[in-house]
């Protein structure tokens, strides 16, 4: 039997006696048994050194992110992403004839949308999670994380529902103008009222009312809460000297009167939304506004000779974005992107009009005519994708994924899969 020969290969050949170490100079062994020269402390010392930049990178994701983090989002992604039956993939038919544009909403994947017979909900996969029967004609639906409100425009009835489940089904006395509802399932209605031209009535997740205010100046058409359900932007119109005048009011439910109030003239709000919870964007016909809490002026950025073609919010990076018309018909649009003190951070300049447009982080995605063209912050196309006919709604959730809603159903779509001949567009 061969002994094995034990030991460092230096033992066995000297340093001296070559220039340069082979394999064949070794056996196996002694491969084996080489030996790091760090002390058992100094390798604990790289462990723990690892540990805490992990650590670290945790921390920095979960700050960047802690708006999505939350305890509702991990509990609806392990319940239904990971745990729940997997569904047969997009796309899906809806349920119903017909879902508006504004009904139609996407959160980390999870799709959610009312048609005109349904509130229905969708994990990743296609598969359905809820489909609940609405209560009232000519729904209109709000959302905010995995809550949602439905409400029939001109009617009395509303319903709060989870991701997966109806909560709540209240009444008013007199009919809903509009309504919003917060993360946090704060809640909020706007109503007729006898003696006020609009009643506003907040409510906590519980369904109690926690605060109240009457406009006698101006009917409400739209309003919007913060994230935390503190506080909101409401916006409504009226005539003074056969003109038209938009009130602005900025409420805090902790105090009686507003915090602030704005009047604008010629111009009519058509949306809003808070960017953060002490600034709100509302977007108009002519111009778009900017109102921070305790602010004496409102911010205003006019378009310019440009017609509004469309427009998207941006919580994520506190920033919103208007496809403004150059031609007057919708087409060869210019997409302006602003962040929450007005500043102007980019414009592209697009042969294109926007049907639907959508951004994530430094990137915006228009649809027109059943194609989606999207965009880098220096004005290229990254992608040109045909996403099916019918196509209506296009809500990114990556720089490339997207979710299209079409007359009759929900697509997913990977937009580099398909790239045809793209060009690179101009920049202001």
């Keep these: 039997m061969f002994k094995k020969i034990k030991g460092h290969y230096a033992k066995d050949k000297k340093s001296t006696d070559r220039s340069v170490l082979s394999y064949e100079d070794v056996p196996l062994d002694d491969y084996e048994q080489e030996k790091t020269d760090l002390s058992p402390a100094a390798v604990k010392k790289i462990v723990i050194g690892i540990c805490i930049a992990l650590a670290a990178g945790l921390i920095v994701f979960a700050f960047s992110n802690r708006d999505k983090l939350t305890w509702d989002n991990i509990s609806s992604w392990w319940t239904y992403d990971v745990l729940g039956n997997a569904g047969n993939g997009y796309p899906v038919s809806i349920v119903g004839s017909e879902v508006p544009y504004g009904n139609f909403y996407v959160n980390q994947s999870r ?13 990743s996969t296609g598969s359905e999670i809820a489909n609940l029967q609405l209560r009232h004609s000519n729904p209109a639906m709000r959302s905010d994380g995995n809550c949602f409100i439905t409400y029939g425009i001109g009617s009395t009835g509303y319903q709060i529902q989870s991701f997966d489940k109806l909560l709540y089904t209240g009444e008013t006395d007199y009919p809903v103008y509009t309504a919003d509802i917060a993360s946090n399932g704060v809640y909020a209605t706007v109503t007729s009222s006898s003696g006020y031209f609009s009643e506003l009535s907040v409510f906590d997740k519980d369904n109690n009312r926690i605060f109240k205010y009457s406009f006698s100046e101006y009917y409400v058409t739209g309003i919007s809460l913060n994230s935390n359900g503190t506080g909101c932007v409401a916006y409504g119109v009226t005539t003074v000297d056969g003109g038209l005048q938009t009130g602005i009011y900025i409420l805090d439910f902790k105090q009686e009167k507003p915090v602030s109030t704005y009047t604008i003239n010629d111009d009519m709000i058509v949306d809003s939304e808070y960017l953060n919870d002490s600034s709100a964007v509302l977007v108009g016909q002519s111009a778009s506004y900017i109102a921070k809490k305790d602010a004496e002026k409102i911010i205003t ?9 469309n427009y998207c919010f941006n919580r994520d990076t506190n920033q919103y974005t208007l496809a403004l018309s150059r031609s007057g018909d919708g087409k060869s649009c210019a997409l302006e992107t602003y962040d929450d003190n007005g500043e102007k951070k980019s414009t592209v300049n697009t042969e294109y009009a ?3 447009i959508s951004t994530y982080k430094g990137v915006t ?15 290229t196309i990254r992608y040109t994708n045909p996403v099916g006919t019918g196509s209506k709604r296009i809500i990114l959730t990556s720089e490339k994924d997207a979710y299209i809603l079409s007359t009759n159903q929900i ?8 790239v045809e001949e793209t060009t690179a567009a101009g920049k202001e």
């Design 301 to 309: 950025k006019t378009y310019e000779g440009k017609s509004l073609a």
């Design 354 to 356: 926007a049907e639907s």
């Design 365 to 379: 995605a228009i649809l027109d005519n059943n194609t989606v063209y999207v965009y880098d912050s220096d004005g």
């Design 111 to 123: 799709v959610a949308y009312a048609s005109d017979t349904s509130f229905v909900s969708l994990n």
């Design 411 to 418: 697509r997913s779509a990977d937009l580099s899969s398909v």
